[in-house]
């Protein structure tokens, strides 16, 4: 892990330079939030305390801000000097990222842009992920149980933020897509995340809903699919249109709360 204490004493100095072309942003660290920019232009004009971003040499010589493009970014914008650290040991990526999230949070957007900017595969998963996402505009979470079969919790989360997905079933993740999407054509409350959630749910249940049924049964009973809070509540509409009707060997019902679901839903 790195130490910035020890690596402040090593290099036992902070330069200062106006040289602002001497400087390079690292293409795996995430992009630049203007909003975020302008608001620490804001704030230096009132108070300046001129705290270092921290570099490293790059291959070219320059020096590759790893952590504080955003207080770059503002202190150029002001004309000011930039006040700097160089870092003497090699940060990867990773660290890269941890100095970044220590500093101001990092979102699952900026994780994904980051691992899509580092993956020299275009077909790689955090590739894959971009384009699932921005096709189907589901949450995260979604996105992950759909393309990596893993079941929504904290643990996944994990798992794509340290850059460790595996897409297990891409041609499946799109049948299941387009058939969740598919339904807003029945009910407008389709479309909410809390449904989605329940129905994936339901669809990877021990014994899984069937879609086309699920479909058909909609069709004739879309009056039982109506705003709700929460996912146990759209999970109660499921069932209600899901089991409507039939004989008593084919009831099946699902539940929001079964083995490694994630707690969260509520």
């Known amino acids: ?17 106006k040289d602002y072309e001497s400087f390079g942003l ?18 230096m004009k009132t108070l300046d305390l001129n705290v270092p971003i ?23 914008r002001l004309g000011k000097a930039i006040y700097y650290i160089e870092v003497a040991s090699e940060v990867n990526i990773q660290q890269m990222r941890q100095l970044n999230e220590n500093q101001s949070r990092w979102l699952t957007n900026d994780y994904l842009e980051s691992y899509v900017k580092s993956e020299e595969d275009p077909q790689g998963p955090y590739h894959t992920f ?18 990596c079969s893993t079941p929504m919790q904290k643990t ?3 798992t794509f933020k340290e850059g460790n997905i595996i897409i297990k ?10 058939f969740i999407t598919s339904l807003k054509q029945y009910n407008q409350y ?26 058909n049964q909609l069709v004739k009973h879309r009056s039982y699919l109506y705003k709700c809070d929460s996912a ?10 899901y089991n409507h009707g039939m004989h008593n060997k084919d009831v099946v019902y699902f539940g929001v709360r079964q083995k490694n679901n994630g707690s969260y839903i509520k």
């Open 1 to 17: 892990m790195l130490n910035l204490e020890r690596e402040k004493e090593m290099f036992n100095i902070i330069k200062n330079t």
């Open 26 to 43: 690292v293409k795996e660290n995430r992009g630049i939030n203007p909003k975020h920019v302008e608001g620490l232009v804001e704030s």
């Open 54 to 76: 921290l570099v490293k040499k790059g291959v070219d010589n320059r020096l590759l801000i790893i952590d504080g493009q955003h207080r770059f970014e503002a202190t150029k």
């Open 130 to 147: 971009a384009w699932f996402k921005d096709r189907y505009k589901f949450p995260f979470l979604i996105n992950i149980d759909l393309l």
């Open 156 to 158: 996944s989360m994990k």
């Open 169 to 178: 079933d891409l041609p499946g993740a799109i049948e299941r897509a387009d």
């Open 190 to 215: 389709c479309v909410r995340r809390s449904f989605i959630l329940a129905l994936v749910i339901a669809m990877r249940s021990p014994q899984p809903l069937e879609r086309e049924r699920f479909r």
């Open 232 to 241: 146990a509540q759209y999970m109660d509409c499921i069932n209600k249109i």
